[in-house]
T-cell receptor, first 113, second 113 residues
């Protein structure tokens, strides 16, 4: 099983809503990532969890709140988002370290109204 | 600092023609180099990577890339383009594997029948 599963695939929310994006992997990987990708742009790193601890936060606004409940799950809690936060949010995992292959999910496409 | 530059935001080739996507990197220490592909409405998938050793790297789907230190390049090639190769291609670099990947801006490959 070499999949990273993301739910939901599509999400539309208002600026006052609270929602969550979920990511799951069963490859035994110890590092999990959240990326944000705008149309026709490369993925931008948001957060990295290593061994279930937050190791990198790329100065992401606090309206995005990551959570890693266990080594297989990664959540991204969303609150009071802005329309410019509309994007494709990609989850990825690696065995550990940055030289290994990043396994990406298909992404959650978020639209903020 | 590390960075990667992809020359050409859009490349168009005829089916059966050579594919050449250019990537140059900037790194003061030995780089680890990657090519990822993204098909529409999907996450990214690793095509190939260079860490150490042989400078000609073969990947999936008939792609290969050659690490040329003297030219600070890692260009991606495929002898014969197929319609299914139409996608966005991202070159990425990490400094000695100690920092998260930095992605280039991407090159969109179109294949004309």
């Amino acid at each position: 099983d070499t999949e990273v599963t993301q739910t939901p695939k599509h999400l539309v929310m208002g600026m006052t809503n609270k929602k969550s994006l979920k990511c799951e992997q069963h490859m035994g990987h110890r590092a999990m990532y959240w990326y944000k990708q705008k149309a026709k742009k490369p993925p931008e790193l948001m957060f990295v969890y290593s061994y279930e601890k937050l190791s990198i936060n790329e100065s992401v606004p606090s309206r995005f709140s990551p959570e890693c409940p266990n080594s297989s799950l990664l959540n991204l809690h969303l609150h009071a988002l802005q329309p410019e936060d509309s994007a494709l949010y990609l989850c990825a995992s690696t065995e550990g370290g940055y030289t290994g292959e990043l396994f990406f999910g298909e992404g959650s496409r978020l639209t903020v109204l | 600092a590390q960075s990667v530059t992809q020359l050409g935001s859009h490349v168009s080739v005829s089916e059966g023609a050579l594919v050449l996507l250019r990537c140059n990197y900037s790194s003061s220490v030995p780089p680890y180099l990657f090519w990822y592909v993204q098909y529409p409405n999907q996450g990214l998938q690793l095509l190939l990577k260079y860490t150490t050793g042989a400078t000609l790297v073969k990947g999936i789907n008939g792609f290969e890339a050659e690490f040329k230190k003297s030219e600070t390049s890692f260009h991606l090639t495929k002898p014969s383009a197929h319609m299914s190769d139409a996608a966005e291609y991202f070159c990425a670099v990490t400094l000695s594997g100690n920092t998260p990947l930095v992605f280039g801006k991407g090159t969109r490959l179109s294949v004309i029948a």
